[in-house]
T-cell receptor
């Protein structure tokens, strides 16, 4: 099976812009979660989706949003980008034994 | 969210066993103990998880204390490829949400 894929892998945006990141889970996985990783804060939970429904949300401002489609693919959106949003954004899909498989991440740089 | 405490760093020599400890004194009855590791420039990788009983898989073993307030990840023979940050995480039974701490950076020397 192919692993979790994330696109794009690298992105450079300017403050104030918005960005959409995409995640394709492993085939058959219906649960997708998103995480932000920064050197200062480490890995932080953003959202969890299951069958197109957001089941959990982390402590992030409303500028961070996400959605999941009927084919389990997920997107996250960050509006009005700030310098502090520069991070590695990781997506994970959950297997049948509650193990999570992480993608390689999207490296977002905000200038 | 229940918290875990791990040493910041540990060292091992290649082909020696490694015991990575984790304290989770506020664990609740429905919290699962998960371990993930993150190699440089990669996303986290699932290692093992358990609820009450000790668990073994091809990567490692997980020893859970009887009172569940601590656990130990055991790598039976460390290799250079095991050098990574190891995260001990408590996952509530009703969610996929993982709360990562700062983890233990494992160095493996040849």
């Amino acid at each position: 099976k192919a692993g979790v894929t994330q696109t794009p892998r690298y992105l450079i945006k300017t403050r104030g812009q918005q960005v959409t990141l995409s995640c394709s889970p492993i085939s058959g996985h219906r649960s997708v979660s998103w995480y932000q990783q920064t050197p200062g804060q480490g890995l932080q939970f953003l959202f969890e989706y299951f069958s197109e429904t957001q089941r959990n949300k982390g402590n992030f401002p409303g500028r961070f949003s996400g959605r999941q489609f009927s084919n389990s693919r997920s997107e996250m959106n960050v509006s009005t980008l700030e310098l502090g949003d520069s991070a590695l954004y990781l997506c994970a899909s959950r297997g049948s034994h509650y193990e999570q498989y992480f993608g390689p991440g999207t490296r977002l740089t905000v200038t | 969210d229940a918290k875990t405490t791990q040493p910041n760093s540990m060292e091992s020599n290649e082909e020696e066993p490694v015991h990575l400890p984790c304290n989770h004194s506020t664990i609740s009855g429905t919290d699962y103990i998960h371990w993930y590791r993150q190699l440089p420039s990669q996303g986290p990788e699932y290692v093992i998880h358990g609820l009450t009983s000790n668990v073994n898989n091809r990567m490692a073993s997980l020893a859970i204390a009887e009172d569940r307030k601590s656990s130990t990840l055991i790598l039976h023979r460390a290799t250079l490829r095991d050098a990574a940050v190891y995260y001990c995480i408590l996952r509530a039974g009703y969610t996929d949400k993982l709360i990562f701490g700062t983890g233990t950076r494992l160095q493996v020397f040849p």
